[in-house]
């Protein structure tokens, strides 16, 4: 009797530990996650209206969610993995090349957008002889209509505004800075949509490869639910902001919401066999992980902080209300993704 009750026992105990229908049905709980996140940004007009207090809001809760995912989770994991593959390849003295590996992504960052702003200038602002030719047209149209071009230098409530608009129709470059804008918001959305993927590819694969302990992967499948719709919001945001057309938009966000799935299946295939305490899977990883922290860090930093946080962006909100809604918005975001690194 003792027997088959520990035979039973260890039956139940056995099916507990079948994760496989779990992680099957994580795969598409995962996708609609992404796509729910990710897509309405899209639709949103709001976000690209930096007066707005809404849309101000919801961009500041998207840099703290960036913010979070950069420092919280991604770099986290890849100290951890180095801290691994020193275990296996001792170094003396010790050294974590976690660091190292940040300054990587946040310097081919900087690269990058030393390469956009030099290629943006070249196609979008015009050649010498254009733009004397457009200088002169635009002459003789101040000659011809001074009048009605002293009234918006006098205008108080927007004198500031008005001058620089003012500055640049003389010098004809108003399409062509906003031109650069965009073309530089559009570089900084794909490397951020290239961060966001190699961190759910990777993130994927743990999940599928837990084929032993159900309560952790139901924890983690929960955990990376959430983490995959407050990063689409993220990313939507972003892709709003670029300007992209909404069959672009919709392609970049379907890249993003397939790749943790997709790393979810990878994991399962691999589970029996991989070891993901080997050398390579420690270096592969770590690597993988702080060069994506580099980069998320980067993009945190110095291009949705700096600019939705400069004293002139914040001067464009009239509340003192809004403003410190901003603020609010920013740590709420940052603190719900910073909670969520506890599980995924």
Same mark, same amino acid.
């Given at each position: ?6 035979? @039973? ?6 099916? /507990?530990? /079948? ?29 690209? #209206?930096?007066?707005?207090?809404? @849309? ?36 003396? +003295? ?8 940040? $300054? ?21 602002? +015009? ?12 002459? /003789? ?8 071009? *002293?009234? +918006? ?25 906003? @031109? ?24 994927? $694969? ?15 499948? $929960? @955990? ?17 902001? *670029? ?17 943790? +799935? ?5 994991? $399962? ?5 991989? #070891?993901?305490?080997?050398? *390579? ?6 690597? &993988? ?20 946080? *400069? ?28 909670? &969520?690194?506890?599980?995924?």
């Amino acid at each position: 009797m003792s027997d088959h009750a520990g035979h @039973a026992h260890g039956n139940a105990e056995g099916a /507990d530990d /079948d994760t496989l229908g779990l992680r099957i049905g994580a795969v598409f709980v995962v996708l609609a996650a992404g796509i729910i996140g990710g897509i309405p940004p899209l639709y949103l007009e709001a976000f690209k #209206d930096m007066s707005h207090p809404v @849309a101000r809001m919801l961009r500041a809760a998207a840099a703290g969610i960036v913010m979070s995912l950069g420092f919280v989770h991604v770099l986290p994991h890849g100290v951890e993995e180095f801290g691994i593959l020193a275990i296996h390849v001792p170094l003396k +003295p010790y050294y974590n090349p976690a660091g190292p590996a940040v $300054i990587f992504g946040i310097l081919m960052m900087m690269i990058i957008e030393g390469l956009a702003h030099s290629h943006g200038h070249e196609d979008v602002l +015009p050649s010498p002889g254009k733009g004397a030719k457009d200088d002169s047209s635009d002459d /003789d149209a101040v000659q011809a209509g001074k009048g009605t071009e *002293a009234e +918006p230098r006098t205008d108080v409530e927007h004198q500031g505004h008005k001058h620089v608009e003012v500055c640049l129709h003389e010098h004809g470059h108003v399409g062509n800075v906003n @031109a650069f804008g965009t073309f530089k918001q559009k570089t900084m959305a794909h490397m951020f949509e290239f961060g966001c993927v190699v961190h759910s590819v990777i993130i994927g $694969i743990l999940l599928g490869i837990l084929n032993k302990d159900y309560p952790q992967a139901r924890n983690m499948l $929960i @955990a990376l639910t959430f983490h995959q719709w407050l990063e689409g919001i993220g990313l939507g945001a972003m892709i709003s902001v *670029a300007n992209f057309g909404l069959l672009k938009g919709w392609l970049l966000i379907g890249l993003y919401s397939v790749t943790a +799935p997709v790393g979810i299946a990878i994991g $399962i295939g691999i589970a029996e066999g991989y #070891d993901s305490q080997s050398t *390579a899977a420690s270096a592969t990883q770590g690597t &993988l992980n702080c060069v994506s922290a580099g980069i998320l860090i980067y993009m945190g930093l110095a291009q949705m902080v700096a600019n939705d946080f *400069a004293p002139e962006s914040m001067a464009l909100l009239k509340s003192r209300w809004a403003k410190g809604g901003c603020y609010v918005a920013f740590f709420v975001a940052a603190g719900c993704m910073s909670f &969520l690194a506890i599980w995924a």
